[in-house]
């Protein structure tokens, strides 16, 4: 497999990557390939796999000539408004090569034979002090794939708490008690990662378990799947279906419930608005102290709202920055680092306060050949802290993007972009074609303070509105994503990318809008 020319198609393919993202410019870049060109990388795919392989120069040819065309430039520009999609800092893409070349496996922690695990400590301690969040209060620390394997890890704890908890409680009110339909004595120390759903359940007494929240994300229902406690076990407990704040009536009547156990989960930026679940600290406070009474886990979805947290206290922000305050009281919180940090995909993050009992779920049992160089220092192997036994190096770029830009370079950096989400709002609240969704923020609301990174609005033409979206992206200027606000198509542009300029982007956003609009008359 040794070839002279390999090493220079490495230098080439790096050349060519670099001059890829400095040659062309950021804005006016067709963000979604050509037809043409995404049928030509389809075909150009090798259908079966060779006897003789092509060899490295003629691979490397083939992905710049045939496969590179047909991907879009979601990441490399500033103009792509779909999904909540970051970019990649310059500090970051520096450091994914570094973690290419070197491939490290950071699962287990040998500060004797690799300095990654440390690296990777030192990087989530940097983002919790990003966030202003104590790094000795969340021992748990990982990066997971994204806000779904960090959900689906925030609820497996908060199951595991909440079953051993009733656990412990039938069994200090009756020693002797035993299970009425197994016949099974209860033991005190069981729990569900040992013994399964399905007996500690038995043990514990309980027939049902809930997740309680506002306005889902569909991850989250995607977690509640995986973990074993189904879609439909999460439930909304919102003022109404289409409204974020908790019913703290309606909450408390649910935690009452006999013989269910329960998980209560914030939405820190609702994917459709940005909008956010809680206001203040208060809010979090008074859902802090249900779950405590009533034996609940507390856990937050703020896949890309958790980074208001880096936000400056002034006015300007005041209210999007309180939609994060108190989140410290959670017991733990799930969110994505390839949004609004901009570090390549995947990477997400979570954080919980009980380090023990995240073992309690995670820990690889009966592997002595893991155990390496234990109890040298306070840094757990993260193959005990998070779903995977095998992951790449993703702390890296999460490292050197903190070091590079600073508190100051993500503060504005985010600024950016809700000034930019804001100029759009307005644009959309005052046209006469189109509707600043959801109406409450123009009725009841102050679009210059509630206004977060995500601007959702519609044609007011029903024609033009069920087009909207498809006659956009056709321009490939711009990429906006649909989706459906209170049973009607809606249109969200989502500002994640660290390169956004509110002028210039606000300014081809309504170049393009009026275009259309103009030409629809």
Request: hydrophobic share 40%; proline share 4%; glycine share 6%.
């Amino acid at each position: 497999m040794h070839d002279p020319n390999d090493l220079p198609c490495l230098r080439k393919t790096w050349q060519q990557a670099t001059d890829d993202v400095l040659s062309k410019p950021l804005r006016g870049r067709n963000i979604i390939p050509s037809a043409v060109d995404l049928d030509r990388a389809s075909l150009s795919l090798v259908q079966s796999i060779p006897d003789n392989g092509f060899g490295v120069e003629k691979t490397t040819h083939h992905l710049w000539q045939d496969v590179v065309p047909g991907l879009n430039a979601q990441s490399l520009s500033a103009s792509y408004f779909g999904f909540v999609t970051g970019g990649v800092t310059p500090a970051a893409r520096i450091a994914e090569c570094v973690v290419s070349t070197f491939d490290q496996n950071v699962q287990v922690h040998m500060p004797s034979h690799s300095v990654a695990t440390t690296v990777e400590d030192r990087a989530l301690r940097l983002l919790l002090e990003l966030l202003h969040f104590e790094p000795a209060v969340w021992p748990t620390r990982t990066f997971t794939t994204g806000a779904t394997a960090s959900n689906i890890l925030g609820l497996a704890c908060g199951r595991e708490q909440i079953i051993n908890q009733a656990i412990k409680k039938r069994y200090q009110q009756n020693k002797s008690v035993a299970d009425s339909r197994g016949g099974m004595s209860i033991d005190e120390n069981g729990s569900v990662g040992e013994k399964g759903l399905l007996t500690a359940c038995r043990e514990a007494g309980i027939t049902d378990i809930q997740v309680l929240t506002t306005m889902p994300h569909s991850s989250l229902k995607k977690a509640a799947s995986v973990v074993g406690l189904g879609r439909s076990c999460v439930r909304s407990v919102g003022k109404s279906s289409e409204d974020l704040a908790f019913d703290l009536v309606k909450l408390e009547s649910d935690l009452k419930r006999p013989a269910t156990a329960s998980i209560v989960v914030i939405s820190c930026a609702e994917v459709n608005t940005g909008l956010f679940a809680t206001r203040s600290y208060d809010n979090v406070l008074a859902l802090r102290s249900l779950c405590d009474q009533y034996g609940a886990w507390l856990h937050v979805d703020a896949a890309f709202g958790l980074f208001a947290r880096a936000l400056e206290k002034t006015l300007e922000f005041e209210h999007v920055r309180g939609g994060t305050e108190g989140l410290e009281l959670a017991d733990s919180i799930a969110g994505d680092a390839h949004k609004m940090l901009n570090v390549p995909y995947d990477c997400g993050f979570f954080f919980s306060r009980h380090s023990r009992l995240t073992q309690q779920v995670l820990q690889n049992p009966n592997a002595a050949y893991l155990n390496v160089d234990a109890a040298i220092d306070d840094i757990a192997s993260p193959l005990n802290t998070g779903l995977e036994n095998s992951r790449r190096f993703r702390a890296l770029p999460v490292y050197a993007t903190l070091v590079s830009y600073g508190r100051d370079g993500y503060c504005k950096m985010l600024q950016r972009q809700i000034r930019f989400a804001r100029k759009l709002a307005w644009y959309f609240s005052l046209h006469h074609q189109f509707d600043l969704l959801p109406q409450s923020i123009e009725r009841y609301g102050n679009i210059d303070q509630d206004i977060y990174t995500i601007v959702l609005f519609r044609a007011k033409d029903t024609n033009l509105n069920n087009q909207l979206v498809k006659s956009i992206n056709e321009t490939s200027r711009i990429y906006v994503s649909g989706t459906t606000w209170q049973d009607r198509p809606a249109s969200r542009i989502a500002a994640a990318n660290w390169q956004i300029e509110p002028e210039l982007e606000a300014n081809l956003v309504i170049e393009v809008i009026e275009t259309l609009s103009r030409d629809w008359k």
